[in-house]
C-alpha cells in the first residue's frame, strides 16, 4: 500500500479539507484529491464524502483510518529503529538552559559528543526558567538544562544542587557577615538579572514573603553583578552564576540556605529523537546523574 496516498487521506481527514491537506503536505487540493482517489480505486470503496466546505469520513473510511494510521505509524517506528540500528544518529537537539549550566557544565558535554556523533547538530538558547517552559512545551526546544519544569508528566534527571546566594558591593554593611538574611531584601534595592524573570529568585521571595524593590533589570547576570560592584544594589542569585568570574562584590550564602536543584527535562524520553535520545543519556552519565529511563534505554540496546 502506497504510503503517500495513506498520508493524504488521514491528512484530508484530520484536516476537513483536501484544501489544508495540500498546504500541510506541499501538494496542490486536486493532487491530495487525486492521491484519495486513488486509494478508494484500490480498495473498492470511498473513503472520504466531497461536500462543498470540505470532506468528511464515510462509515467505511472511519472504520479503515485507525488502520490506515497505525500503518503510517509503523513506518516511522521502522525507520526509527534502522536509525538506531545502525548507529547513524543525525538529527538535531535543541536546548534550552540557565547561562550558568550553558557556560561551564554543557561545552566539554557537546564536545565529547559530537566527536562521536558529527553528524547532529547540537543548539543550545540560554534563557530564563519562564521562557524554558514555553519553548520545551511547545517543541521547539527538545529539552531543558534547568531548574525543575511546572510540567509533573515530565522526565526529570537530577544532576545537581546549586545554593542561592547574595551579591554585595564591598561596602555593604552586611558584607563581612557569614551569611546574608534573607529577610534583609525587604529593606534593598535589588539588581535583578534576566530582565526580571528569574523564577528561582522570584519563588524565593514568594517563600519568605518578600515584596522586592527592583532598582534595575539587566538581560546578562554578569551585568547585573557589575551593577551591584557599583554600589547600585544587591543581587539575589543561585552560585552557579557567580562562579568563574572576579567581581569586586561579596557573595555569601544567604540565610536561612536555600537551593534549587538542576536537572534534564523532557517531555518523554521513550519517544524523543534518537539524536535527542542518545544525548540526554550521554550527558546524564557524564554528569553522574541516574535516570531509571536511560537504564532501560541502555538494557534495550544490550537486548
Known amino acids: ?24 503536505m506541499g501538494y ?30 464515510t462509515r467505511e473510511g472511519e472504520s479503515i483510518y485507525p488502520l490506515v494510521l497505525e500503518y503510517i505509524e509503523k513506518e516511522t517506528d521502522i525507520y526509527t529503529a534502522a536509525t538506531e540500528l545502525s548507529g547513524m544518529y543525525k538529527g538535531n537537539v535543541m536546548i534550552a538552559a540557565y547561562s550558568s549550566i550553558a557556560a561551564h557544565m554543557l561545552p566539554s558535554i557537546i564536545k565529547e559528543f559530537t566527536d562521536l556523533h558529527p553528524s547532529i547538530n547540537i543548539q543550545i538558547e540560554e534563557t530564563t526558567k519562564n521562557r524554558i517552559e514555553k519553548l520545551v512545551s511547545t517543541g521547539k526546544a527538545d529539552l531543558s538544562f534547568s531548574s525543575p519544569l511546572s510540567n509533573p508528566s ?6 545537581a544542587e546549586d545554593r542561592m546566594v547574595a551579591v554585595l558591593p564591598k561596602d555593604h554593611p552586611d558584607a563581612s557577615l557569614d551569611a546574608y538574611p534573607i529577610s534583609n531584601c525587604k529593606k534593598e534595592e535589588l539588581i535583578m538579572p534576566s530582565e526580571g524573570d528569574d523564577a528561582d529568585v522570584r519563588e524565593l521571595f514568594r517563600k519568605h514573603k518578600i515584596s522586592p524593590n527592583i532598582r534595575l533589570t539587566t538581560l546578562e547576570n554578569y551585568t547585573a553583578i557589575n551593577m551591584v560592584a557599583k554600589g547600585l544594589g544587591i543581587g539575589i542569585m543561585n552560585e552557579g552564576i557567580t562562579r568563574y568570574w572576579q567581581t569586586d562584590t561579596v557573595i555569601l550564602p544567604i540565610d536561612p540556605p536555600s ?14 529523537a534518537p539524536a535527542v535520545k542518545e544525548f540526554v543519556c550521554f550527558a546524564a552519565e557524564k554528569l553522574g546523574a541516574k535516570s531509571p529511563e536511560c537504564d532501560a534505554c541502555s538494557r534495550a540496546k544490550q537486548d
Open 154 to 159: 515530565y522526565v526529570w534527571i537530577p544532576f
Open 28 to 57: 496542490t487540493p486536486s493532487g491530495i484529491s487525486q492521491l484519495v482517489s486513488a486509494m478508494e480505486a484500490e480498495f473498492g470503496f470511498s473513503l472520504l464524502t466531497r461536500k462543498s466546505n470540505g470532506v468528511v469520513l
Open 259 to 272: 537551593k534549587i536543584e538542576l536537572g534534564i527535562s523532557l517531555p518523554s524520553l521513550e519517544t524523543a
Open 1 to 24: 500500500m502506497d504510503i503517500l496516498k495513506c498520508k493524504a487521506f488521514v491528512t484530508a481527514a484530520n484536516e476537513g479539507s483536501f484544501t489544508a491537506a495540500g498546504r500541510i
